[in-house]
């Protein structure tokens, strides 16, 4: 239904990959500093990377690029972002048990933050006024202030009123989230991950919390207003080129294209041609412009 690959009877390629690099590493470490009887590396690089070193001819105006490769790494298949379409993301919404759990879930797809930077939010992080929530960047871990919308603060202010009249904590540097029932603890990512499993199991799908995110970034680069170099920085982004994964389609809108494409070609073949205008009569010209009439 979402498009996530489910998990096979062999191992994955970006298993075998990670466990490629994982043993080349090991065996250069031994091989570099002597340690065993080792002469060679199982694991050795691809032939026409060998004598080159990496990057020495990198363009500084260019993002780098993986230049050492192993000759038994398997080939990575490139993943497009999954988003989730309005239609089920209102299924999901619905399917929710709580105000506070409808107030994460609006926060997440309004502010593209990451699922751990918005389960660590402080409650004087929440600034309705500017309509704003500042997170901890994962990382750098920067304070920025995140833009948000009005219905996320709505949800906020609904779970944290009948939060508090039950006894939640209440501090601008108390946790933004937590648990539904005493003790009280702040919400933890394992907890807000089964509460949107729980969700996903009423529509028997698999999205993930990261693919609230993506559906973030999609509805903000939809937008042709947004300058892509500010959804960057919403997003957290070192490079603006991590941006082009989201402007590979995906084979479902590569189809839907295509028949909307059929469908308007049909339509122009079907409409009726254009009709022509009468010319204008001689005689009405001739009054008009003070001529001799013939």
């Not at 009887?37 to 105006?61: C, E, K």
């Not at 004087?124 to 960047?137: D, E, F, K, S, Y």
């Not at 170099?229 to 809108?253: A, E, M, W």
Request: charge should be positive; aromatic fraction near 8%; include cysteine.
């Amino acid at each position: 239904m979402t498009g996530k690959p489910t998990i096979g009877s062999k191992y994955a390629p970006n298993t075998r990959a990670h466990c490629e690099t994982v043993l080349r590493s090991f065996y250069d470490f031994h091989l570099e500093h002597n340690t065993g009887s080792l002469l060679v590396n199982p694991f050795p690089l691809d032939r026409s990377r060998r004598s080159a070193r990496a990057h020495a001819h990198h363009n500084p105006d260019k993002e780098h690029k993986r230049q050492h490769t192993g000759l038994y790494r398997p080939k990575i298949p490139k993943r497009i972002p999954r988003r989730i379409p309005d239609e089920k993301y209102t299924e999901v919404f619905a399917g929710l048990r709580s105000h506070r759990d409808r107030a994460l879930l609006a926060f997440w797809v309004a502010t593209g933050a990451r699922a751990e930077e918005l389960l660590t939010a402080k409650q004087g992080g929440a600034i309705v006024g500017q309509q704003t929530l500042g997170v901890i960047r994962k990382g750098t871990r920067d304070y920025q202030e995140l833009p948000a919308t009005p219905d996320a603060f709505v949800w906020l202010r609904l779970y944290q009123e009948d939060a508090w009249k039950k006894g939640v904590p209440r501090g601008r540097q108390q946790p933004l989230w937590w648990t539904l029932r005493r003790p009280w603890r702040p919400l933890e990512y394992d907890a807000a991950r089964m509460m949107f499993n729980r969700a996903n199991e009423l529509l028997g799908a698999n999205w993930t919390l990261h693919d609230l995110r993506h559906t973030a970034t999609f509805l903000m680069l939809d937008d042709p207003e947004m300058p892509p170099v500010y959804v960057q920085h919403i997003l957290g982004h070192k490079s603006l080129t991590t941006l082009d994964v989201y402007n590979r389609p995906t084979r479902d809108d590569v189809i839907v294209a295509g028949l909307a494409h059929h469908a308007r070609q049909e339509q122009r073949r079907n409409d009726p041609p254009a009709t022509v205008e009468p010319a204008y009569n001689p005689n009405s010209l001739s009054v008009l412009f003070g001529r001799d009439m013939p």
